[in-house]
């Protein structure tokens, strides 16, 4: 299949794009990414190692459009929960044991 990332023209195959992938490990992260036999890697990842372009020069876009045609699952990661953290005088009371009146 012909396909445009970061401006040039490659011609990807399902079979082409395991072979390639085969011995990367996947980075941890969030947003989009690409179900690769038992595996998610991350969309960027994916197009860095198929294209060999910097990830600056290509869009996560591209790289979802082109795997999503070539049959690969694309999906979004959800977005970390932000950790709520103790003010200091609540962790100096979970410290000494104590509890706050309210």
Known sequence: MR???ARFP?????????ESMKGITPEAGTGE?????RRRYPVKQ??????????RD???GEVVRAMTRLGFTCH???EAAPVSALSPLQHASAMLGTTLPA
């Open 33 to 37: 990414f690409v179900a690769i036999g």
């Open 58 to 60: 290509f869009t996560a």
């Open 10 to 18: 490659f011609e990807l195959t399902k079979s082409g794009v395991l």
């Open 46 to 55: 994916v197009g860095q190692v198929i294209a060999g372009q910097d990830r």
């Open 76 to 78: 979004t990661l959800p």
């Open 3 to 5: 396909c445009v990332i």
